[in-house]
Nanobody
Framework: QVQLDESGGGSVQAGGSRRLSCAAS????????MGWFRQAPGEEREFVAA????????DYADSVKGRFSISRDNAKNTLYLQMNSLKPEDTAVYYC?????????????????WGQGTQVTVSS
C-alpha cells in the first residue's frame, strides 16, 4: 500500500519559515519524481515545486521562487519543502505527490499518488 505522509504544517506569522516533510512508503522512492502542490479554500490545487528522481532537475512556481526550496533524501524516502519569507497568500493545504512518468510535473495529472495534505496558515 502506497502512503505519502506529510508533516510540518501549522501556523506561522508572515515572514516566518516552515519546513514540510513527506515520508513515502510502498513505493521505490528513488524511481519517482516528486512534487508539492497546494490548495487554498475555494481555489484549485496549484503547483508549487517539483524535483526529479535523483534531484538533478527542480522546478518552482513563479509565486514561490526564491522563497521555497524543494529537496529529497532518497536514503530516507523523504521529500522536503523549506518555506521561507512566508506570506498570508501561502496559506493552504499542502500536498506531496509522486510521479512515475516524471514529466509535465507542474500538472496535477502527472502524478500517480497523493498524500492527505498538511495545513499551513500564515497570519499577517
Amino acid at each position: 500500500q502506497v502512503q505519502l505522509d506529510e508533516s510540518g504544517g501549522g501556523s506561522v506569522q508572515a515572514g516566518g519559515s516552515r519546513r514540510l516533510s513527506c515520508a513515502a512508503s510502498g513505493i521505490t522512492f528513488g524511481t519517482y519524481s516528486m512534487g508539492w502542490f497546494r490548495q487554498a479554500p475555494g481555489e484549485e490545487r496549484e503547483f508549487v515545486a517539483a524535483i526529479s528522481k535523483i534531484g538533478g532537475s527542480i522546478d518552482y512556481a513563479d509565486s514561490v521562487k526564491g522563497r521555497f526550496s524543494i529537496s529529497r533524501d532518497n536514503a530516507k524516502n523523504t521529500l522536503y519543502l523549506q518555506m521561507n519569507s512566508l506570506k498570508p497568500e501561502d496559506t493552504a493545504v499542502y500536498y506531496c505527490a509522486a510521479s512515475l512518468a516524471g514529466y509535465y510535473l507542474s500538472s496535477w495529472s502527472a502524478y500517480d499518488y497523493w498524500g492527505q495534505g498538511t495545513q499551513v496558515t500564515v497570519s499577517s
